[in-house]
């Protein structure tokens, strides 16, 4: 009778063995399935992208219009498909891809490192310190390196973005602060920066504030190829550090305490984090404008196909992020054409809605 019972046991133990990893392979079948689909998805509206406009194209002709330059005479492409692919929209999207990729990412990373599902970059400052920066350079003409013109926008936009995180770094420097007080910190930069924006937009002339608001709002419209290797070199950047900064913030969502017990540099990792985060996000909204909830929304959609293991966060929000910021660039474009919106105001439109949908569904579970 005794045996009888521990064969019993046994074979339920092995039983419940099973079931765990039949969950296990059907959790990471998901995973898989979620970033391959992405891929995916962003080649085919990449592809739609391309063929969208006033000048009219198919699916396939953008496509060969892009295999044409590496394989001349391979490929019969007219050369006003050749011409508008290469010259108008091709920047445009590599732009909202690599931007949207990098968006996603520093939001994903923020939140993990100050485990707060609404910390982002632009929490913290970075696109309100952004906005006083270009306000300066659209209303002055000039940038505080002796630049001109767009590049001044440009300059001035990053530097003005880089103050919050000096503020924050002082701040953890000098007060230890914790993560409340770090997001109330870029807060309150916020409402500082903005309100030091519209003094300016209340003096400068009626032609500067629509400027002004236009690049608030965020666009792509002036998506150029040389921005592209400034862009593509802190999406890499911001891609390869967050990736070996991914066990050590998985490890810290235990609490700090166990994970320095686990020989993780808790400061270490959250400074470079954090660095990296706005750094990104720096150097993007200086280039598009201050484009919304893209940071926010995508790691919420990723996490909840993904789970919470960072390296896998990394990876999906930075492909969720690109398909968000590329439909909503389609949307911008096609909605009212020939009248093109701007994108900013595209991703608050549709993020705000699908954020408040994620919460509920959160809730109801």
């Not at 044409?68 to 091709?90: E, H, K, M």
Request: glycine residues 8%; contains cysteine; positive net charge.
């Amino acid at each position: 009778m005794v045996e009888q019972k521990q064969v019993n046991l046994e074979t339920m133990q092995d039983f419940t063995v099973e079931e765990e990893k039949k969950k296990y392979r059907k959790i990471v079948a998901k995973r898989g399935l979620f970033i391959v689909v992405s891929v995916v998805l962003l080649i085919v509206i990449s592809g739609v992208a391309l063929a969208l406009g006033s000048a009219d194209m198919t699916f396939f002709d953008a496509y060969l219009a892009i295999f044409a330059r590496f394989s001349p005479g391979w490929f019969n492409v007219s050369s006003l498909a050749y011409t508008v692919v290469w010259t108008l929209r091709l920047p445009r999207i590599l732009l909202a891809i690599s931007a949207g990729a990098a968006l996603a990412m520093s939001g994903c990373s923020t939140q993990a490192i100050l485990r707060n599902p609404i910390a982002t970059p632009y929490t913290l400052g970075v696109s309100a310190g952004a906005g006083l920066g270009a306000a300066i350079g659209i209303i002055l003409g000039k940038g505080l390196l002796n630049s001109s013109g767009d590049f001044s926008i440009i300059v001035n936009a990053f530097i003005f973005s880089l103050i919050p995180i000096a503020v924050i770094l002082l701040l953890v420097k000098r007060k230890g602060a914790s993560s409340e007080t770090m997001i109330l910190a870029g807060v309150a930069m916020v409402y500082i920066f903005n309100a030091c924006t519209t003094i300016l937009q209340y003096f400068a002339d009626p032609n500067a504030v629509a400027a002004i608001v236009f690049w608030l709002v965020g666009d792509l419209s002036r998506a150029a190829w040389y921005q592209l290797p400034y862009v593509f070199g802190v999406l890499l950047l911001s891609f390869g550090i967050n990736l070996w900064l991914a066990w050590d913030i998985n490890t810290m969502k235990l609490g700090d305490d166990t994970a320095k017990s686990l020989g993780v540099n808790v400061d270490r990792t959250r400074k470079l984090s954090l660095i990296i985060a706005c750094l990104s996000t720096a150097t993007i909204v200086a280039f598009t404008g201050a484009i919304g909830f893209i940071c926010l929304v995508a790691p919420h959609i990723c996490r909840a196909f993904t789970g919470s293991d960072q390296r896998l966060l990394i990876i999906s929000s930075a492909l969720i992020g690109a398909i968000m910021l590329l439909a909503a660039d389609i949307f911008a474009r096609q909605l009212l054409a020939p009248i093109v919106l701007p994108v900013g105001a595209i991703t608050a439109f549709l993020g705000g809605p699908l954020l408040l949908y994620l919460l509920t569904k959160r809730k109801t579970h």
